[in-house]
């Protein structure tokens, strides 16, 4: 687990780099328009930390197997509006959810990592 944390780490300092370092205008294009910007695409993976940091929570104590809920990706994507929201804080809230990831992944045993999961219907 902590090879994992340790890439996840990398992952998000070299993605908080290429964000930061990107032009405005090509972090909101959208290269079609049912397509994601890279803004975007930024929003839905603090969307899905919100849910994975849940879920890896909640596993600690729910009934087992415990049960994955999916959720409407698009629908987040623009309720949250993430293409007109500011940079800075999407990057700070991606960074502090991953954060939170990788905490919760660091206090992680045999026994808790072995916990079985299946697709809600």
Known sequence: MRDTSIR????LKTGQEFIT???????MKKPT???WSKKETLGHL???GVNNLRRFTEIQFEERPYKIINYNQDALVKVNDYQ???LKE???LWVAINARIMNLMGQQTKTTLSYE???AN
Do not use: G, Q, R, Y
């Open 84 to 86: 007109h929201a500011h």
């Open 90 to 92: 999407l990057i700070d």
């Open 117 to 119: 999961v299946e697709l």
């Open 46 to 48: 603090i969307d899905s």
């Open 8 to 11: 996840l780490d990398k992952l």
């Open 21 to 27: 370092n990107c032009p405005a205008p090509d972090l």
């Open 33 to 35: 328009p049912t397509t």
